[in-house]
């Protein structure tokens, strides 16, 4: 199954930086291009410049943001701003946040770990692959030759066999701490121990794992290796391209959050009585009584009716641009197979963001599920107050509130080889970008 290795990760020398908040970033995904400036000014040496380097006026070749990044770090590793660490190490990666007042604590093993392809089922994807964020990850690797961001990835283990190892190895101060600006505390250990290297590389070896997030940059490592093993450049199936920088969380861990996203509807002129009088075929509607005040309040009070509501299976809010919040509960005496269409499975079928994409955007609404209808209708927000605000400004025709989804049905529909529709899923909380890096060229 799942064959990982240690490796001498790429980390920022604190003595140079001081604090590591300043030159860390999120996932380059959930940067917009106004973030992406906020990082840029943040600190001279942020691994935004590494990660979604800038376009400048003056790029005479498409290609030089990638080039861009590739010179900046190597000039850090040469200035000792970046530097290696001297012997292989498979890294534990702890972060602690509060959410919703529960302190939680979630932590992983970053290691290297063979890219096979999907079919093989050692490695199982959740979402779609999309052919303009894979060419652009493809560019930057085969530039940097290095894994700048962990691809995350689940496993299976409810009887805790590596809890207390993993605990052992964090009793040592940290090689890395920082906290980023939403509260949350990362520390960083690197595990050189060869009795505990053995004992992951074991354990793993008899175990499948499931992308929680970052498709797109398995599938470039995967790709790049298949391209140098075809042209002949790589002969040995020890060559480190052949393997890809990874976090492997516990999905039965208590820390380990999904968030939902919400749909926000851009499609214009929606007759909102029609599409009640349709949605009525699936759903009973309830208007909910929403207390008066800020809206952040009245937001907050439909999420909570919507999870106190989760008992009943398949619960969605809505909200209209006339100002009312709505409840739309399944009809129990329906059968959610049936009037879901398609050789499909029954995790997949029974998923609310599948009821919600195929009932209700693509039946009610009529869009169309490929990328260029998504994209000119659809929005997605993980704020439900930012979807409540397009629609008082204006800038929506409504908005569709979610519960979040599970993580076995993660694990329940990729076990099926069926995908989620887009944005069915936010893990929380996420590795930073430039925490631990690793060089795909040497061991």
Same mark, same amino acid.
């Given at each position: 199954?799942?064959?990982?290795?240690?490796?001498?990760?790429?980390?920022?020398?604190?003595?140079?930086?001081?604090?590591?908040?300043?030159? $860390?970033?999120?996932?380059?995904? $959930?940067?917009?291009?106004?973030?992406?400036?906020? @990082?840029?000014?943040?600190?001279? @040496?942020?691994?935004? =410049?590494?990660?979604?380097?800038?376009?400048?006026?003056?790029?005479?070749?498409?290609?030089?943001?990638?080039?861009?990044?590739?010179?900046?770090?190597?000039?850090? #590793?040469?200035?000792?701003?970046?530097?290696?660490?001297?012997?292989?190490?498979? @890294?534990?990666?702890?972060? =602690?946040?509060?959410?919703?007042?529960?302190?939680?604590?979630?932590?992983?093993?970053?290691?290297?770990?063979?890219?096979?392809?999907?079919?093989?089922?050692?490695?199982?994807?959740?979402?779609?692959?999309?052919?303009?964020?894979?060419?652009?990850?493809?560019?930057?690797?085969?530039?940097?030759?290095?894994?700048?961001?962990?691809?995350?990835?689940? @496993?299976?283990?409810?009887?805790?066999?590596?809890?207390?190892?993993?605990?052992?190895?964090?009793?040592?101060?940290?090689?890395?701490?920082?906290?980023?600006?939403?509260?949350?505390?990362?520390?960083?250990?690197?595990?050189?121990?060869?009795?505990?290297?053995?004992?992951?590389?074991?354990?793993?070896?008899?175990?499948?794992?499931?992308?929680?997030?970052?498709?797109?940059?398995?599938?470039?490592? #995967?790709?790049?290796?298949?391209?140098?093993?075809?042209?002949?450049?790589?002969?040995?199936?020890?060559?480190?391209?052949?393997?890809?920088?990874?976090?492997?969380?516990?999905?039965?861990?208590?820390?380990?959050?999904?968030?939902?996203?919400?749909?926000?509807?851009?499609?214009?002129?929606?007759?909102?009585?029609?599409?009640?009088?349709?949605?009525?075929?699936?759903?009973?509607?309830?208007?909910?009584?929403?207390?008066?005040?800020?809206?952040?309040?009245?937001?907050?009070?439909?999420?909570?009716?919507?999870?106190?509501?989760?008992?009943?299976?398949?619960?969605?809010?809505?909200?209209?641009?006339?100002?009312?919040?709505?409840?739309?509960?399944?009809?129990?005496?329906?059968?959610?197979?049936?009037?879901?269409?398609?050789?499909?499975?029954?995790?997949?079928?029974?998923?609310?963001?599948?009821?919600?994409?195929?009932?209700?955007?693509?039946?009610?609404?009529?869009?169309?599920?490929?990328?260029?209808?998504?994209?000119?209708?659809?929005?997605?927000? =993980?704020?439900?107050?930012?979807?409540?605000?397009?629609?008082?400004?204006?800038?929506?025709?409504?908005?569709?509130?979610?519960?979040?989804?599970?993580?076995?049905?993660?694990?329940?529909?990729?076990?099926?080889?069926?995908?989620?529709?887009?944005?069915?899923?936010?893990?929380?909380?996420?590795?930073?970008?430039?925490?631990?890096?690793?060089?795909?060229?040497?061991?």
């Amino acid at each position: 199954m799942a064959e990982i290795r240690p490796f001498r990760g790429i980390r920022y020398n604190q003595e140079a930086i001081g604090d590591l908040s300043l030159v $860390v970033s999120p996932i380059y995904d $959930v940067i917009d291009d106004e973030a992406r400036d906020a @990082y840029y000014n943040k600190h001279p @040496y942020n691994v935004i =410049r590494l990660i979604l380097n800038r376009p400048k006026k003056s790029d005479a070749d498409p290609e030089q943001p990638y080039i861009r990044a590739a010179e900046f770090l190597e000039r850090w #590793l040469a200035q000792r701003i970046l530097i290696q660490d001297p012997v292989p190490a498979i @890294y534990c990666y702890r972060e =602690r946040y509060l959410m919703d007042s529960e302190y939680k604590e979630c932590t992983g093993l970053v290691a290297r770990l063979r890219v096979v392809d999907f079919a093989e089922g050692v490695v199982l994807p959740h979402e779609d692959i999309m052919p303009k964020p894979l060419e652009d990850r493809m560019k930057l690797l085969s530039r940097t030759k290095t894994n700048l961001s962990t691809v995350y990835t689940l @496993y299976s283990d409810p009887a805790e066999r590596l809890k207390d190892p993993i605990l052992a190895e964090m009793d040592r101060f940290p090689l890395a701490q920082f906290q980023t600006g939403d509260g949350t505390a990362h520390d960083l250990w690197g595990v050189t121990d060869e009795k505990f290297v053995k004992k992951m590389v074991k354990f793993f070896a008899g175990k499948q794992l499931y992308i929680a997030d970052g498709h797109h940059r398995y599938q470039t490592a #995967l790709e790049y290796s298949r391209k140098l093993r075809e042209s002949g450049e790589i002969t040995d199936d020890d060559d480190p391209r052949n393997f890809l920088m990874v976090m492997i969380v516990e999905m039965e861990n208590p820390g380990l959050s999904v968030l939902p996203v919400h749909r926000i509807v851009r499609t214009p002129d929606v007759d909102i009585e029609a599409l009640l009088k349709t949605l009525e075929t699936w759903f009973s509607i309830a208007e909910v009584d929403i207390p008066k005040g800020p809206t952040s309040g009245q937001v907050f009070h439909l999420l909570k009716q919507m999870q106190s509501a989760g008992s009943s299976p398949h619960v969605f809010g809505a909200y209209l641009p006339d100002g009312r919040f709505l409840l739309l509960t399944w009809k129990q005496e329906l059968d959610v197979e049936k009037e879901i269409k398609g050789d499909f499975s029954t995790a997949y079928k029974t998923l609310d963001v599948t009821i919600l994409h195929k009932l209700v955007l693509e039946k009610a609404l009529g869009i169309a599920p490929d990328r260029e209808s998504v994209e000119r209708n659809l929005s997605f927000a =993980r704020d439900a107050l930012e979807a409540i605000r397009e629609v008082e400004s204006k800038n929506a025709s409504l908005a569709f509130l979610v519960n979040p989804t599970r993580v076995e049905q993660v694990r329940d529909v990729a076990d099926n080889g069926d995908k989620m529709p887009q944005k069915s899923t936010y893990f929380h909380p996420k590795p930073c970008s430039g925490v631990v890096m690793n060089r795909i060229t040497e061991w």
